[in-house]
């Protein structure tokens, strides 16, 4: 019988130590009846040995020969151009590709008959996908950094503690965006004690936020407390001035908070502005922003840099923190080897790997490439 062999490779982007592959997953894809390669070295940023992956049943190869020889080449990042030169006809790559972003990488890969299979694609509103989906477990990863980092930088007490020299008070922590990674730097700061409000543009996550015991904040204009600002059970499209008055409001509760952790990102795009250089200026000294959505691209924040962080003039400190998983390379790439599993687990079958189009997880994932 047909096995499908993978091979886990090192990662090359400046500043990624994640790995596709932990040892635990290597045991897991064994017993499934695949071969693992792992390319040496790999897993040496999240401090995985390549004896800890020979113990777990993995071959630990060079890289030329894990080219050669598997079936599906596993990464987490997009590749460089030398790894991607390096694909061959037939393989298939796996890993979170960002296609929107790269799609001249993606387009060039297709055309040399490499198939691409993009994590990043993976529709979240499929139940029997959520073990598959990596982004989800990764922004698990970053909020929770993002508000061990906060707390790090700011030069206060996160609780309120009563001591002998008198009471601190509790810090105010602000978190803008209250998805997967939101929701766990709302979690994470509550746990260290501080006094959290979260905002997102959804209602619906008013629930989300106050069962972790944060407040939601509320930022309505006064138009839309009449009688009339409804019709038909829609809500109408606010004015210019209401849209006004609602980014006041919230330019207010930022400059009064002690830590700011933006969270919004869209797939492909630029993130939304949420922070102007005005309301920065406007924040007390000793403030703290942390950009969870800083990228190449841009940020929640002005002016904001991956993995860049600036003390502004007015003594409010800017952290852009856009590779927050990568700081926690070892639960991350855990975390991000299991989404791989339970993908090749779906993906493999009678030891073949299966690119079903008709599948709706896996065309999701190939996003549309040429047949």
């Given at each position: 019988m047909?096995?499908?062999?993978?091979?886990?490779?090192r990662?090359?982007?400046?500043?990624?130590?994640?790995?596709?592959?932990?040892?635990?997953?290597?045991?897991?894809?064994?017993?499934?009846?695949a071969?693992?390669?792992?390319?040496?070295?790999?897993?040496?940023?999240?401090?995985?040995?390549?004896?800890d992956?020979?113990?777990a049943?993995?071959?630990?190869v060079?890289?030329?020969?894990?080219?050669?020889r598997?079936?599906?080449?596993?990464?987490?990042?997009?590749?460089?151009?030398?790894t991607?030169?390096?694909?061959?006809?037939?393989?298939t790559?796996?890993?979170?590709?960002?296609?929107?972003?790269?799609?001249?990488l993606?387009?060039?890969?297709h055309?040399?008959?490499?198939?691409?299979?993009?994590?990043?694609?993976?529709?979240?509103?499929l139940s029997?996908?959520?073990?598959?989906d990596?982004l989800?477990?990764?922004?698990?990863?970053?909020?929770?950094?993002?508000?061990?980092?906060?707390?790090?930088?700011y030069?206060?007490?996160l609780?309120?503690?009563?001591?002998?020299?008198?009471?601190m008070?509790?810090?105010?922590?602000?978190?803008?965006?209250?998805?997967?990674?939101?929701?766990?730097?709302?979690?994470?700061?509550?746990?260290?004690?501080?006094?959290?409000?979260?905002?997102?543009?959804?209602p619906?996550?008013?629930?989300?936020?106050?069962?972790l015991?944060?407040?939601f904040?509320?930022?309505?204009?006064?138009a839309?407390?009449e009688?009339?600002?409804?019709?038909?059970?829609?809500?109408?499209?606010?004015?210019?001035?209401?849209?006004?008055a609602?980014?006041?409001?919230?330019?207010?509760?930022?400059?009064?908070?002690?830590i700011v952790?933006?969270?919004?990102?869209?797939p492909?795009?630029?993130?939304?502005?949420?922070?102007t250089?005005?309301?920065l200026?406007?924040?007390?000294p000793?403030?703290?922003v942390v950009d969870?959505?800083?990228?190449?691209?841009?940020?929640?924040v002005?002016?904001?840099?991956?993995?860049?962080?600036?003390?502004l003039?007015?003594?409010v400190?800017?952290?852009?923190?856009?590779?927050?998983?990568?700081?926690?390379?070892?639960?991350?790439?855990?975390?991000?080897?299991?989404?791989?599993?339970?993908?090749?687990?779906?993906?493999?079958?009678?030891?073949?790997l299966?690119?079903?189009?008709?599948?709706?997880?896996?065309?999701?994932?190939?996003?549309?490439?040429?047949?």
């Amino acid at each position: 019988m047909a096995t499908v062999t993978v091979g886990a490779v090192r990662e090359r982007a400046p500043g990624e130590r994640r790995v596709a592959l932990v040892p635990e997953a290597v045991t897991l894809l064994r017993r499934a009846g695949a071969d693992v390669l792992v390319e040496t070295g790999a897993g040496s940023g999240a401090w995985f040995t390549d004896a800890d992956y020979t113990d777990a049943g993995a071959t630990v190869v060079p890289p030329d020969e894990l080219y050669a020889r598997a079936d599906a080449v596993l990464c987490v990042a997009p590749p460089d151009p030398e790894t991607a030169e390096a694909l061959r006809p037939g393989q298939t790559l796996i890993g979170l590709l960002e296609p929107l972003r790269h799609p001249d990488l993606v387009a060039g890969l297709h055309r040399r008959g490499v198939r691409t299979v993009s994590l990043d694609l993976l529709p979240r509103t499929l139940s029997r996908a959520q073990s598959m989906d990596a982004l989800t477990s990764q922004a698990n990863v970053a909020g929770y950094k993002a508000a061990l980092l906060a707390a790090d930088t700011y030069d206060r007490f996160l609780p309120m503690l009563t001591t002998a020299a008198g009471t601190m008070r509790p810090a105010q922590v602000l978190v803008l965006g209250a998805g997967v990674a939101g929701l766990q730097a709302v979690a994470t700061a509550r746990r260290l004690g501080a006094v959290v409000t979260a905002y997102d543009v959804r209602p619906a996550s008013r629930g989300e936020v106050e069962s972790l015991g944060a407040r939601f904040l509320d930022i309505q204009s006064p138009a839309e407390e009449e009688p009339d600002a409804r019709r038909g059970g829609y809500a109408r499209e606010l004015t210019s001035e209401e849209q006004q008055a609602q980014r006041a409001a919230l330019d207010a509760h930022i400059a009064r908070s002690d830590i700011v952790i933006t969270t919004a990102q869209v797939p492909g795009r630029k993130p939304p502005l949420l922070v102007t250089s005005a309301v920065l200026d406007r924040m007390h000294p000793g403030s703290v922003v942390v950009d969870l959505a800083a990228s190449e691209l841009g940020g929640n924040v002005e002016d904001s840099e991956p993995d860049k962080t600036d003390i502004l003039p007015n003594g409010v400190t800017l952290v852009g923190a856009g590779h927050l998983p990568s700081a926690m390379a070892t639960a991350a790439s855990t975390a991000y080897a299991r989404n791989l599993v339970a993908l090749l687990r779906h993906l493999v079958r009678d030891g073949a790997l299966v690119l079903d189009p008709d599948d709706e997880i896996t065309s999701a994932l190939l996003g549309g490439e040429p047949s």
